[in-house]
């Protein structure tokens, strides 16, 4: 059986792939063409004031970006941003491990965390900046606060809602504490986990901007309103570009992380939709 | 795309299950809400407020720009008989509600025509996928240039990112339709106006839901967020103002009233997402099993 249906596919399978693989090209960068040929035209046609043209946007963010600029104001955005989620990550799962395994203490801290989570981070600046000064650590701290609540809420619920017949089993089996928590409570809690960390990535990144707004004299938000209060329009448009690249850059870490983290529950997603 | 798929359906999944949890604290709680949860809660609160008010009385951080409890309370207690406070609440509501509205009807519609449509669907992939990630408040320069304080440029940011947070639900929601009751629509003759209405509306709603929810959570502070950095007036340009005056009661006070309204926003959206679903099984589920 097997014998027939391999001869018989696999002449055609190479065309087959390649055309696959075109067709799949042509999808991905069909559209972005267009759009920017398209904005291209426009920008010839009728340039707007506050709108470059693709070329000049590529030109400045060539001569803006890629040179002294990455590494006076790029970076250390960058680096600030990584610090500020690995700890918001690290002190989320700690924290929220703590709290989701201890009903006392869920009890106890849970509309205080409520409320937490709804102050919208931003208005956290000021207060911010005038207790600790405008420092890098403060940068940090800032998109810490504000980051932190989507995954310490997520581990919480993900930990509390742990299966009760394999904590049980677990229990039963004289697994030890920290092994549970090492193979039952936080694999169980991770994909809430990730999901948490996916809100709080936007959120960090939207700090990170806001942080160097107006406390700043260096980093990427500050160059942005720097270009834009000098009429730097192209410039101020490379900015946003680069801000958009960092974007999808972080998502493509995070789905890369998330695949490896969750592959396991995707597997079970899989079989249970066959 | 596949994994994109599982990924953003997996994420549904949670927050799916999360709604079927709170639903279901919710009923118990409801059922036996044990006095000890309130007293904790109670004590938990109670306790921030010392904590809150002993710190600076024992100087162990600066009095000056981190004022006690009551100070707040009481500055707290002046702001709400200020009618020109509650001006600037319905200001920053105003384009909170605004904005929302505006890309949840844009979303809506645009992820059920792309989501229903695969050729369209594949098409857009890749130019979603890198517009989304965009943090909105890069824009802000733009929008400070195009329409300086007036509403459209708090609106610009707000209808930014509220926009893609429904846009992604409602095209998974929609692609999402069970292949079984799809066919079934599909042999009985039901028009494709009566598969819209009665198979993919239902189907696509709780993610709509979620998405809105989310979406609702993102303009607040995006909007609060606008006041602050451009200057739209509202709760977020009074921090400012009160913070270039020294006034850090005001301060801290208004930072409360923010929270506040987010919690508000947050438990409104909540209970809306309930009623709507009422029928649906992540809601239903706890009962029937």
Redesign the interface.
């Not at chain 2, 904790?40 to 609160?45: H, W």
């Given at each position: 059986m097997t014998l027939y249906t391999s001869t018989v596919v696999t002449p055609r399978r190479p065309a087959r792939v390649w055309a696959k693989i075109g067709e799949n090209t042509l999808?991905?960068?069909?559209?972005?063409v267009i759009?920017v040929v398209l904005w291209g035209i426009w920008a010839t046609v009728a340039p707007a004031q506050?709108f470059p043209s693709p070329v000049e946007l590529i030109e400045a963010f060539v001569e803006t970006w890629i040179g002294p600029a990455f590494f006076t104001d790029v970076l250390p955005s960058l680096a600030r941003l990584g610090i500020g989620i690995l700890v918001s990550i690290a002190v989320g799962i700690a924290a929220g491990t703590l709290i989701g395994l201890n009903r006392?203490l869920r009890?106890?801290?849970?509309?205080?965390l409520?409320?937490?989570?709804?102050?919208?981070?931003?208005?956290?600046?000021?207060?911010v900046v005038?207790?600790m000064g405008p420092t890098d650590a403060m940068k940090v701290v800032v998109i810490v606060v504000g980051s932190v609540w989507p995954i310490l809420l997520?581990t919480i619920?993900g930990v509390r809602?742990t299966d009760s017949v394999m904590t049980e089993t677990a229990r039963s089996f004289a697994v030890s504490r920290s092994e549970r928590l090492r193979f039952l409570v936080l694999p169980a809690a991770s994909?809430?986990i990730m999901?948490g960390v996916?809100?709080s990535l936007?959120?960090a990144?939207?700090l990170m901007?806001?942080s160097e707004?107006?406390y700043s004299s260096s980093g990427l938000?500050f160059q942005?309103?720097y270009?834009?209060r000098n009429y730097l329009?192209a410039e101020?448009?490379s900015?946003?570009l680069l801000?958009?690249l960092i974007?999808?850059l972080?998502?493509a870490i995070f789905?890369f992380v998330?695949?490896r983290v969750?592959r396991w529950?995707?597997g079970i997603?899989?079989v249970e939709r066959a | 795309m596949r994994?994109?798929v599982?990924?953003g359906?997996?994420?549904e999944?949670?927050?799916q299950?999360?709604t079927a949890?709170d639903a279901g604290r919710f009923r118990r709680g409801r059922r036996t809400r044990s006095a000890?949860?309130i007293a904790?809660?109670?004590?938990?609160?109670v306790?921030?407020l010392v904590t809150w008010q002993l710190l600076p009385t024992l100087g162990i951080?600066?009095p000056r720009?981190?004022p006690t409890a009551t100070e707040t309370l009481a500055q707290l207690g002046e702001d709400v008989r200020d009618l020109e406070f509650w001006r600037n609440v319905g200001r920053t509501l105003t384009k909170w509600g605004l904005g929302l509205l505006i890309a949840t009807v844009l979303a809506t519609v645009l992820g059920t025509i792309i989501g229903l449509v695969p050729f369209l669907r594949?098409?857009?992939?890749?130019?979603v996928?890198?517009?989304?990630?965009?943090?909105?408040?890069?824009?802000?320069?733009?929008a400070?240039?195009?329409f300086g304080y007036q509403i459209q440029s708090a609106l610009l940011i707000i209808v930014y990112a509220s926009f893609w947070q429904v846009f992604i639900q409602v095209l998974y929601g929609v692609a999402d339709v069970d292949a079984v009751a799809r066919d079934t629509a599909r042999s009985f003759g039901l028009s494709r106006g009566s598969r819209v209405v009665n198979l993919v509306f239902p189907t696509a709603l709780p993610y709509l839901m979620t998405g809105l929810r989310?979406a609702a959570?993102v303009a607040?502070?995006l909007a609060?967020?606008a006041e602050?950095?451009i200057g739209n007036p509202g709760l977020?340009r009074e921090?400012?103002f009160a913070?270039s005056a020294g006034n850090?009661p005001a301060?801290?006070a208004?930072?409360i009233v923010?929270?506040?309204?987010?919690?508000i926003?947050?438990l409104v959206f909540r209970a809306i997402e309930r009623r709507t679903l009422s029928w649906h099984q992540s809601v239903r589920g706890e009962d029937v099993l």
């Open positions: 999808y991905a960068i069909g559209l972005p759009l506050f006392w009890d106890l801290l849970e509309p205080m409520e409320f937490f989570r709804a102050v919208p981070p931003p208005v956290l600046l000021p207060i005038v207790l997520n619920e809602s994909p809430r999901a996916r809100q936007s959120i990144l939207i901007v806001i707004l107006g938000g942005i309103v270009f834009q329009i101020m448009w900015g946003i801000l958009g974007g999808v972080l998502a789905g998330e695949r969750l529950y995707h997603k899989e | 994994t994109d599982t990924t359906g997996h994420d999944v949670a927050q299950t999360q949890t000890r949860k904790l809660g109670v004590a938990g609160i306790g921030f951080v600066d720009y981190f594949r098409a857009t992939h890749t130019t996928e890198f517009l989304r990630p965009i943090p909105s408040v890069a824009l802000i320069p733009l400070v240039l195009l989310l959570a607040l502070i609060i967020t602050m950095f977020g921090i400012v913070q850090w301060v801290y208004l930072v923010t929270g506040v309204l987010g919690l926003i947050n």
